[in-house]
Nanobody, 121 residues
Framework: QVQLVESGGGLVQAGGSLRLSCAASGRTFTSYTMGWFRQAPGKEREFVVSISRSGVSTYYADSVKGRFTISRDNAKNTVYLQMNSLKPEDTAVYYC??????????????WGQGTQVTVSS
């Protein structure tokens, strides 16, 4: 099992940048593929990106490819989401998630509480 806590959300202007962090507690953080999801008001939760256990492989949704970068620091049990060139449509609650599956899976077992990202135009 793993506990996840996101931080770093906030208000940013369109075109700006923001970095989210997800701190994980529990045994063997390296056992988990990590992912970020987001949910806008009135919308369904959407996959954003995932990263493999080693951090070598990543899998991005088309909507964020080239703008967002996921990374992980296994020594610190932390995963990051660097968001650049932000657009108003990126506005959502962003959730960190963990799974024992591979990077292409969309079924995650553990979730953080979410952090709000608001992008103004």
């Amino acid at each position: 099992q793993v506990q996840l806590v996101e931080s770093g959300g906030g208000l940013v202007q369109a075109g700006g940048s923001l970095r989210l962090s997800c701190a994980a507690s529990g045994r063997t953080f390296t056992s988990y593929t990590m992912g970020w999801f987001r949910q806008a008001p009135g919308k369904e939760r959407e996959f954003v990106v995932s990263i493999s256990r080693s951090g070598v492989s990543t899998y991005y949704a088309d909507s964020v490819k080239g703008r967002f970068t996921i990374s992980r620091d296994n020594a610190k049990n932390t995963v990051y989401l660097q968001m650049n060139s932000l657009k108003p449509e990126d506005t959502a609650v962003y959730y960190c998630a963990a799974t024992l599956g591979g990077i292409a899976t969309r079924s995650y077992d553990y979730w953080g509480q979410g952090t709000q990202v608001t992008v103004s135009s």
